[in-house]
């Protein structure tokens, strides 16, 4: 149950007004691209459109429930965002193992793409994986390192 | 009303409860560090924290609705997760303009604070200024970048 470079999961969901509104409230993030249609209407994508951190949100879900999955400490992301998410996008974010780094650390490639394929946010993550505390050879207390979750792209 | 290095502003909200459990229903990140008290409580926070993502959303907002504000491109967004939120946390999302480039780019560092005065989550973001088109000077369309919409901190 090792983690191995290229090893991949995702979490897909079609992003409704729902997600928007929701996001907008807790957030703060009343910008009238997100949530009025008539200024986004005359706007440069001629709609309302998803918050991007609630896109690269996603990331962080497929971080910490698949891949490496509960456990994983999240040090740090990067994103750009490339392309809108419109209201009935169906959109999935793929984490994919990239590099393993000293002392349990590990950089993930993380991207967020619509239903046609187009990345809208594309970036990296850097983790630590879980560990879990156990005995040393010589009965000292020691932490192994667990294994990632899943393996699979689902 | 230009943009100048040095200038800020901030959003500041108490994380409660409610906003974690609704940001897990939007991302489906329902890690039990965030929603499940009794496996947090054996954790390594001994308690509930909300997500990562969700404290740096704040940094969106402030962009998007105050500095540089409406119309603002964000263009991409790196964050290191520093500290904890718990329950309860009152933090304070900073953006302070770090350095004008070509283009009508901004870079910005990007910050949050707990009400200890503790960092959580630190990084800088890049951003377009918002543009509004207008008549050249020789009758041709151009477009003249608006300015920052805020430039203290609130």
Redesign the interface.
Known sequence: MGCAVGQMAS?S?TITET?VY??A?????????HVDAVKAEAGRFGERIA????S??????VI??RLPG?GTI????????LNPVRFGDTITATVVIEELLDRGRVRLHTFVENQKGETVVD?YALVKLPRKEGEGENGEKSKQILGCHLQSRS
Chains 1, 2 share one sequence.
């Open positions: 979490f969901k997600d929701g996001f409230g807790i957030t703060g993030d009343f910008n009238p691209l918050h991007g951190m609630l690269a949100s996603f990331i962080s879900t910490a429930t509960p999240y040090m740090g992301q990067e994103v750009r965002f970036g």
